[in-house]
C-alpha cells in the first residue's frame, strides 16, 4: 500500500529545518544545512523518496525546505509570500513548525502572526511544533531556579498558545524527555512517520499571501472591497476555521491523534537536543500523561468549536455595516502591518 503526503518544513534560519528534512527523507544530502543565523535555504527546494514503514506500508513522503522566516536580510515579506504560494499551488497536509529553544524573540513571534495569517489559523491537525536543541535534565536542573522538562514542557505549549494568540492550547505537540542514556533516534522519526500517515491537509482555498493580506485590508479600507465581501469573507474565514477543527475532532475520537498504546502522543513536543546530531539523549513520557493531555485536548476542541459556531450564528444574523467594516479593518491593518 503506498500513501502519499507532503509536508512543508517552517521556522527561522538555523533552527535545524534542513536537518530535520534530511532526517525523515533517509538522505542526508537532499538539503544544505547549517546553525547559521542567516537562512541557507534561499529558494524553496522539495525532496521526494519512498519510506517504508514498520507496517511495510510504503510512504511517498514530500518534504518541502523553506528560507528562514525572520531572515536577516530583510528578505521576509518576499519568503512569507513565496511559502503560502507553494502551499496554495501544491498543497501541503503538514506544517512543520521548527523553533529553536529559547529563542523565540519578538521579531520571530511576529512573523508566526504573520503565517497564521496568511493560513488562516494554525489548523490543530495540520501544525506540528518542533523545539530544538533542547537542553538534557542535567543542564536544566542546575539552573536557578531548578527546572524539569516537564515544566519547559508545559511553558512551551503555553507560550506558543499565548504568542500566537490561539484560543485552543491542543495544537499537536510531540514529548520526548531526555536521560543520560542514548536513544535510537529512529523511534522518534517513525513516530513522526505516523503522525504524518494520519495528517489530513491545509485547505488552500482560503490561503493569502503576505502581499494579498495586506492588500485585502488595504482595499477595504479604499473602498475596492465592498462591506458586504468583507463581512462574507469574515464568516466564510470562520467556517473554514470550524471545518478544519472538526475535523480534528473527528480524528481525535477515532484515535488518530495518540500513538497506540502510549508510545508517543502526537499532542506534544519534539524536543532535539543538538542541531545535526542523528539522535535523541532520551525516553518517552509514560501513557498516563498522555493520556492526561489527551483528553484535555478533547475538551479544548470541543470548547473552541461551540464557540465559533456561536460567533458564525452571531454574524449570520447580523447586516453587513459599512462603518463598523471600515473600522475593524483599520484595526486589523494596524495591527499587523509591522509583522513582516
Not at 519568503?79 to 496554495?88: A, E, L, P, Q, R
Not at 519547559?152 to 491542543?170: G, N, P, Y
Request: hydrophobic share 40%; proline share 2%.
Amino acid at each position: 500500500m503506498y500513501i502519499s503526503k507532503r509536508v512543508v518544513l517552517i521556522g527561522p534560519a538555523g533552527a535545524g529545518k534542513s536537518w530535520l528534512g534530511n532526517e525523515l527523507l533517509k538522505n542526508r544530502q537532499a538539503f544544505q544545512s547549517s546553525a547559521s543565523t542567516e537562512s541557507v535555504t534561499a529558494a524553496i527546494h522539495e525532496e521526494t523518496n519512498t519510506i517504508i514503514l514498520k507496517d511495510n506500508k510504503r510512504l511517498i513522503l514530500t518534504v518541502v525546505d523553506t528560507p528562514g522566516v525572520g531572515d536577516t536580510k530583510g528578505r521576509s515579506h518576499d519568503f512569507m509570500d513565496h511559502i503560502v504560494t507553494n502551499i496554495k499551488t501544491k498543497g501541503a497536509n503538514m506544517l512543520l513548525i521548527v523553533l529553536p529553544y529559547g529563542r523565540l524573540v519578538k521579531g520571530l513571534k511576529n512573523n508566526l502572526l504573520a503565517l497564521k495569517e496568511c493560513i488562516n489559523g494554525f489548523y490543530d491537525l495540520s501544525t506540528v511544533l518542533i523545539i530544538n536543541q533542547m537542553p538534557s535534565e542535567y543542564q536544566l536542573q542546575r539552573n536557578n531556579p531548578p527546572q524539569t522538562l516537564g515544566e519547559m514542557e508545559d511553558k512551551a505549549k503555553t507560550d506558543f498558545a499565548d504568542i500566537l494568540k490561539m484560543k485552543s492550547s491542543a495544537t499537536n505537540i510531540f514529548i520526548q524527555t531526555q536521560t543520560s542514556e542514548n536513544v535510537d533516534f529512529n523511534n522518534l522519526i517513525e513516530n513522526m512517520y505516523d503522525v504524518i500517515v494520519h495528517s489530513t491537509s491545509v485547505s488552500s482555498d482560503i490561503l493569502r499571501t503576505w502581499t494579498e493580506t495586506l492588500n485585502y485590508y488595504e482595499g477595504i479600507l479604499g473602498g475596492k472591497t465592498s462591506a458586504k465581501e468583507s463581512f462574507d469573507n469574515e464568516i466564510a474565514r470562520k467556517r473554514d476555521r470550524l471545518a478544519r477543527l472538526e475535523q480534528d475532532q473527528k480524528a481525535s475520537l477515532t484515535g488518530h491523534l495518540v500513538g497506540v498504546g502510549g508510545v508517543l502522543s502526537v499532542l506534544g513536543l519534539i524536543c532535539v537536543p543538538v542541531v545535526g546530531q542523528a539522535y535523541v539523549v532520551g525516553t518517552l513520557l509514560a501513557s498516563g500523561a498522555t493520556a492526561t493531555y489527551y483528553m484535555y485536548n478533547i475538551y479544548s476542541l470541543e470548547r473552541e468549536i461551540q464557540n465559533l459556531h456561536n460567533e458564525i450564528v452571531i454574524l449570520s444574523d447580523k447586516t453587513p455595516n459599512a462603518q463598523e467594516e471600515l473600522e475593524k479593518a483599520k484595526a486589523k491593518l494596524e495591527e499587523i502591518c509591522h509583522y513582516l
